[in-house]
């Protein structure tokens, strides 16, 4: 009887233990940027430059904050960073994508589903949609980040590659090719969710860094709080329009392609032709 009795009492404690268990997780992401500069005009000092402003853009700080099932991922707040003029008078980095500050990427993963509020282009959409099934492949190797052992696991997807160009030839249309990528996950068991950074998930622990293609995007934990004093604040996001994945991806390949079109050259005019590959 003794024994039965420790034996629910573990239990319990186990259950509560899983219903309070959650902690705030600290990311860091970078990106390859590569630039090629046809014109004659270009020089190295104006790669270099434009590589720089443009890595500043992809190098940011975001909190995952998760208990069991639940997690919201969002980008720490930050002073606002002064806007670039331009580039030897006449050339201007811009990002075509959301604004990033502002949004807030919710995950239930008890219940499959997800919903990403996100300020694209001045506009607030409230992207709602089911969680994709990742294939991940388990791996053998282990490291450690921090304190934490990790495991490896791997998947290789298809994706859409687009190739931005400035160019002279103005009936030059962007060619768009399908690629493989083979991301890289590091997962901890110590930390029993199966959640991760943006839209990584689906391992039976906390993803602490994901790697594409060797380096040519990561995102890094660099820091661990779990259960801390102040109760962790998962509050599913409720502002803007709603719409599917799908359709929010059609919204943005028309912006991106408007704007391509934009930048064309018109009626003749020569200038530099320019290839930017991000993450690629």
Partial sequence: MIRILVLVLALVSTSAFAQEFQGIATYKTKRHIDIK??????????????IEMMKKQFEKTFTLSFNKSESIYKEEESLSKPQVGGIGGDFQIMTIGSGGGGDIYYKNTAENR?????????KIFLIKDDIEKREWQLEPQTKYIGE????????????EYTEMRRSSDEDKEPETTMRERVITAW??????????????QGLPGLIMEIDVDNGKQSILCSKIVLNPKDQVDIKEPSKGKEISQKDFDDVMEKKSKEMMERFRPR????GESIEIRIGG
Avoid: F, W
Wanted: aromatic share 12%; proline share 4%.
């Fill in 267 to 270: 009626n003749g005019r020569e």
């Fill in 148 to 159: 934490y052992l990790c495991h490896e696991a791997t998947l290789t997807e298809e994706y």
């Fill in 187 to 200: 997962y901890t068991l110590q930390i029993p969710v199966n959640s991760g950074p943006a839209d990584y």
């Fill in 114 to 122: 997800y919903v990403n509020q996100t300020d694209t282009y001045g």
């Fill in 37 to 50: 500069l046809d014109s004659t005009k270009a020089n190295d000092a104006m790669r270099q430059q434009m």
